[in-house]
């Protein structure tokens, strides 16, 4: 029921990233051209990921949650480094493992998405992109309504 929910948040990934920093919204373009989800355990995501800067890119960890009522209900980890050549357009594959704590606070969230409800529903993003040799790491937390308008998303379709 909540497959597509999982793909979009996976995809926030591309979104927030891009407007995190200068250089990565100037220099980097990342779509995702395929999605994959093994029921509940984990995803593969393929990227297109056109790095036209001169430094090479690698991203060294990132998880997304889904939150509600204060409770976590989805966690979606990145499961390995992922790397871009500088200069270079790559198909890039990822794994991502995804943690349901409360199944049964899934289906809920799943049957509030179906009545297009969102109160109470929060997207938190923990990014950490190695440019250049230095680290950066990005946080971000917005309501899930405020995600789901940010990309034209509708809830009630998933």
Known sequence: MLRPL???LLLAVVAVLGGCDRYLAREVRIDATHAKVYATAGADVT???????????????AEL???YEGGEVLRAMLRDTVAAAPR???????RWRLRIPDRAALYAVGRKLQRAETQGMTVALALRVCVDGRMKKYDRRMPLSDFLNTFGLRPEIY
Do not use: K, Y
């Open 47 to 61: 990227f297109r990921v056109i790095n036209r800067g001169d430094r090479p890119l690698r991203f060294d960890g």
């Open 6 to 8: 999982h793909i979009a």
């Open 65 to 67: 949650r889904l939150i």
């Open 88 to 94: 270079r357009e790559s198909e890039v594959r990822t």
